[in-house]
């Protein structure tokens, strides 16, 4: 069985400091890993991914994530908070050609 | 610009009404998607389709159907809507096959339902 877990629901910052979203998958198969953003109101926006390449991927707005196999976690970080980051966060697995499985999300909020 | 159009951003039905949602896709993806959105459980799968007239229950099927009749566009219908149908529904494109599993999800901007 797939499953991924984020493991924070909601997380709060000071603008300019740094963000850690937390999430865990567990998996049979080597997976892809995706973390989406998601404003109100909006569609999901991919930020990066990993794709069995390199293990840290970086991706836009000045986020990036790790894979780290012995850990099954793929953390996303950013050094430094901006307003605008305030945001729904995701962290999607596809293991099998068809389906993704999604974490229960993390909201961003950035404190002025 | 890839893109993923559903066809309302907000929606207001009455209870018991029959009710479509339209997502139509410019990327030639085989798959389609219908998720549903609720605060606190993310996002759950209703049903997808990875061909023309094919498709596939997901986590929550019930009270709804679906329609793939052309490879761009699917349709989630709601056959007597309800009140516990309220919610934010996003539909979802992607390329299918163990050589596409590198390869995101396309989101639409999501509709908004509420039925009174």
């Known amino acids: 069985a797939q499953s991924v877990t984020q493991l924070d629901s909601h997380v709060s910052v000071s603008e300019g400091t740094p963000v850690l979203l937390r999430c865990n998958y567990s998996?049979?198969?080597?997976?892809?890993l995706f973390w989406y953003v998601q404003h109100p109101n909006k569609g999901l926006q991919l930020l990066l991914k990993y794709t069995s390449a390199a293990t840290l991927v970086k991706g836009i707005n000045g986020f990036e994530a790790e894979f780290k196999k012995s850990e099954t976690s793929f953390h996303l970080t950013k050094p430094s908070a901006h307003m605008s980051d305030a945001a729904e966060y995701f962290c999607v697995v596809r293991i099998t050609g068809n389906q993704f499985y999604f974490g229960t999300g993390t909201s961003l909020t950035v404190i002025p | 610009d890839v893109k993923v159009t559903q066809s309302s951003r907000y929606l207001v039905k009455r209870t018991g009404e029959k009710v479509f949602l339209e997502c139509v896709q410019d990327?030639?993806?085989?798959?389609m998607f219908w998720y549903r959105q609720d605060p606190g459980l993310g996002l759950r799968l209703i049903y997808f389709?990875?061909?023309?007239?094919?498709?596939e229950k997901g986590d929550i099927p019930e009270g709804y159907s679906v329609s793939r009749e052309k490879k761009e566009r699917f349709s989630l219908i709601l056959e007597s809507a309800s009140t516990n149908q309220t919610s934010m529904y996003l539909c979802?494109?992607?390329?299918?096959?163990?050589?596409?599993?590198?390869?995101?999800?396309?989101f639409g901007q999501g509709t908004r339902l509420t039925v009174v």
């Open positions: 998996s049979s198969y080597s997976p892809s």
């Open positions: 990327m030639d993806h085989e798959n």
């Open positions: 389709s990875y061909d023309v007239k094919m498709k």
């Open positions: 979802a494109s992607s390329l299918s096959g163990t050589g596409a599993l590198n390869t995101e999800a396309f």
